[in-house]
């Protein structure tokens, strides 16, 4: 649903205002606990953050994808990690269900993910299926009424809380690309899946991510979703959804740096004067200010394109490639402004400047962008 104006500002500014005065005081703690305390995950749920893009029907706020950019450029204000908490109920872990779930999965599932109450992941990445992702060997094979899984998933963000799982499993041996890929939704507590220890990380300390290994998993056939031999398309259409929220988020992130840049400069003397007096520090902050306004201007177009029912899996891709490489630039510009403040952790411009690293990789990386952005151009004519 599109929010009406009033309530849509209601909503971006009470989640401004819990950024400003929950979420960033504890970034210094989440970092180095790598951890988000329980009581914030209760009160984003409290917020409805966890249920951003689930339909109303089901209990969500039910947002158009213009309004969850918006919020998604609020939450970006503050250590990625906090968006990791909802990142998986709101994108990825949700939205296959969202689009092709049946009824009585959607009934079955989605209130639980727009509350709260269940945690979401989307295991699609593989050791041999990175950026290949139509690579998948986790198979499942046909039994009576269930399917049985076995295979071994990698870097899946948010699986040490997740009670359910979109898995991308190999349905067709014989067919080795994307065609022989089925979509399962796959509870937690079935007997034969093993979640690994979070890894070490860059940054986003807070958010996790694991191995999960599924050993003779036994998935009634009422759980898959979509057709046999359509995961493939599921993962794709759910990743061009997560591409744009992503790309919000970087909005978000680059918007504060830039915030705290200039901060920093007007305090901060050097020669007599703030170091905001000097033109080759407002070059610094023009390149970045400009960058941020073409990202936000390209991301929530994109988003309106979507809300109107257009295809974007070009602009989707253009939005996270652009954006994503425009908050490494002002990241690294942010560090430079800030001299050796900014490589001092005190003043967590390191910490965001790690932080933002991922985002040209995960949900596919910048190269991977450029694939896609060049075949749909090609496609498309210009
Ligand atoms: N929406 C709907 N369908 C899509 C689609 C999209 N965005 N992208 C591809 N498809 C369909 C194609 O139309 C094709 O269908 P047909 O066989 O019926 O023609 C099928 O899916 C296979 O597509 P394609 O041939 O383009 O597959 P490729 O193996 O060449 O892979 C890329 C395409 C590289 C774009 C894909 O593997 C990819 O996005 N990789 C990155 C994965 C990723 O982001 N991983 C991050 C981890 S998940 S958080």
């Given amino acids: 649903m599109a929010f009406d104006a009033e309530t849509r500002e209601q909503l971006i500014d009470t989640v401004r205002r819990f950024v400003a005065e929950r979420l960033r005081p504890l970034e210094a703690q989440v970092a180095e606990q790598d951890r988000v305390p329980d009581e914030i995950v209760r009160e984003m749920a409290d917020l409805g953050l966890f249920g951003l893009s689930i339909p109303e029907a089901f209990g969500g706020l039910g947002l158009a994808m213009e309004d969850e950019c918006l919020v998604a450029i609020e939450l970006g204000r503050t250590s990625p990690a906090f968006r990791s908490v909802i990142g998986t109920n709101v994108g990825i872990g949700s939205q296959g269900l969202v689009m092709f779930g049946t009824p009585e999965q959607k ?97 986003q300390q807070g958010a996790h991510i694991h191995d999960v290994s599924f050993d003779g998993v036994r998935v009634p056939a009422a759980n898959r979703l979509g057709e046999e031999g359509e995961g493939f398309k599921v993962a794709m259409q759910v990743l061009d959804r997560g591409r744009l929220h992503i790309g919000a988020v970087c909005v978000g992130v680059a918007e504060r740096l830039i915030a705290d840049c200039v901060a920093y400069a007007n305090e901060r003397k050097q020669f007599g004067q703030p170091i905001a007096q000097f033109q080759l ?59 050796g403040a900014g ?27 450029q694939v896609v952005i060049a075949r749909e151009t090609l496609k498309r004519g210009g």
């Fill in 343 to 369: 490589y001092v952790a005190d003043y967590g411009i390191e910490r965001l400047y790690r932080d933002v690293r991922i985002f040209r990789i995960y949900e596919g990386t910048s190269q991977i962008q």
């Fill in 107 to 203: 009934a079955k599932w989605l209130p639980k993910i727009a509350s709260g109450e269940i945690v979401t992941s989307f295991a699609l990445t593989e050791p041999e299926a990175g950026s290949d992702s139509a690579a998948v060997q986790t198979r499942a094979r046909r039994e009576g009424d269930v399917y049985v899984l076995d295979g071994a998933k990698r870097y899946i963000t948010n699986a040490g809380k997740a009670q359910l799982f979109t898995v991308m499993a190999r349905t067709d041996p014989d067919r080795k690309g994307a065609g022989g890929v089925s979509a399962f939704l796959v509870p937690r507590d079935l007997p034969g899946i093993t979640v690994g220890k979070p890894e070490k990380k860059m940054g």
């Fill in 281 to 339: 520090i407002q070059g610094m902050l023009a390149d970045s200010k400009t960058e941020a306004l073409a990202a936000r201007a390209l991301v929530l177009e994109t988003a309106r394109k979507r809300d109107a029912g257009e295809s974007v899996t070009l602009e989707a891709s253009a939005s996270k490639y652009f954006a994503s490489e425009m908050v490494g630039r002002v990241a690294d510009r942010a560090v430079q402004i800030f001299g």
